[in-house]
């Protein structure tokens, strides 16, 4: 499809970022998901330190996921196909 903005076309990418989500031409969520965990695997990583930590409760460490982690994975989940 040629779509021209003041008579200048514009590039046809395959997939592209729209308000924290992965839009792709094949209508697949699997980039999407595929980034997010990335994303959510690099925080765990980060937080090693606070994992591992005696002084830090097992409440604070799952609130801890259920708002970095859970949050990161599952945003924007509900236009996953």
């Known amino acids: 499809m040629k779509i021209l903005l003041e008579d ?3 590039e046809q990418v395959e997939n592209f970022f729209y308000l924290g989500g992965t839009v792709s031409t094949n209508q697949l969520c699997d980039k999407d ?3 997010r965990i990335g994303l959510a695997a690099g ?3 980060n937080l090693d330190k606070i994992w591992k930590a005696r002084d830090i409760t097992k409440d604070t460490k799952v609130m801890l996921y259920h708002t970095l982690i859970q949050a990161i994975v599952l945003y924007n989940a509900e236009t996953w196909t």
Do not use: N
Request: charged fraction near 55%; proline fraction near 0%.
């Open 8 to 10: 200048e076309e514009l």
């Open 33 to 35: 998901i595929e980034r």
């Open 43 to 45: 925080i765990v990583r």
